[in-house]
């Protein structure tokens, strides 16, 4: 499943407005990367992928909003699309760009991508067999990134469900000297991303009162590869999705891309 990757190439300074017309830079090759989303239900059985018919250059430049609704299809797919955009900029791996790419834990595929990315963790709910999958593909080498859940209520939630998939593990808070800060960019802060409306107003960047710090956490295998990332407090789905928004500040939008490419590079070489 793991395969390490040569990264190469100048890096385009902040943040990489990339507009929709930019993404075909190279000749068609197959893709070494495709950023796998996780598709979960609400308890009432095994999760479905939808039917999707949508291709990334359809977004225009600025676009953003769901098409699906809340839960694992927040930001989607405008963040799918336009981060896929950003790291073929930055890097020279050659990423699935066309469209959007949906899994669910029950999905035979599933063990064939090695990066999975779940917003609003906090309102899934995983049924006994989705539990039981999701453990054995992180055990076997695959990542898990959490992202998008706010205050000490939505973290219990999602304390929970990572409690199905790991009982005997628990979300330890990372230390910036950690080596996934540290794959191509060096992290130095942890930055709490916004969802547009805060960022573009200018008010406070945290969303319950609960606990507004920005934390990241993560679930390590015994030889402590790190299997789970949780950026809690943060949303950098987001920072991806409006990334080319007059409004949204490049401050945000640049450090949602650097750290999402270290998950990235992290993930394929660990």
């Known amino acids: 499943m793991k395969r390490a990757y040569l990264i190469a190439g100048s890096v385009i300074a902040a943040v990489l407005f990339v507009l929709p017309g930019l993404a075909e830079i190279e000749p068609e090759t197959a893709p070494e990367f495709y950023f796998t989303r996780l598709v979960y239900g609400n308890g009432f059985g095994p ?75 906090h309102r899934m709910n995983l049924a006994r067999a989705e539990a039981a999958q999701l453990r054995e593909y992180l055990l076997r080498g695959g990542f898990l990134h959490l992202d998008d859940f706010w205050g000490l209520e939505q973290r219990r939630a ?22 996934v800060f540290h794959t191509f960019f060096d992290i130095e802060t942890v930055m709490q991303i916004p969802n547009v409306r805060n960022g573009c107003s200018g008010r406070q960047t945290w969303e319950q009162r ?61």
């Not at 999602?158 to 080596?179: A, N, Q, T, W, Y």
């Not at 949303?235 to 990334?243: F, I, K, R």
């Open 47 to 121: 999760a479905r992928t939808p039917r999707l018919d949508f291709r990334c250059a359809d977004l225009e430049a600025g676009e953003g909003g769901t098409r699906f609704g809340g839960g694992w299809g927040t930001d989607f797919p405008a963040a799918d699309c336009k981060f896929m955009w950003g790291i073929q900029r930055l890097s020279n791996i050659r990423v699935y760009d066309k469209s959007p790419h949906l899994v669910t834990a029950l999905d035979p595929k599933l063990f064939s991508y090695p990066y999975l990315y779940i917003v609003s963790p």
């Open 210 to 270: 609960s606990e507004i710090d920005p934390m990241i956490f993560g679930i390590s295998d015994d030889v402590g590869r790190l299997m789970v990332l949780v950026t809690y407090n943060s949303d950098l789905g987001d920072a991806w999705e409006w990334m080319d928004l007059k409004c949204y500040p490049q401050e945000y939008s640049g450090q949602a891309y650097r750290m999402g490419l270290n998950f990235m590079i992290y993930a394929m070489s660990h």
């Open 158 to 179: 999602v304390e929970e469900e990572m409690g199905k998939i790991f009982p005997d593990r628990r979300m330890v808070k990372l230390s910036l000297d950690h080596e």
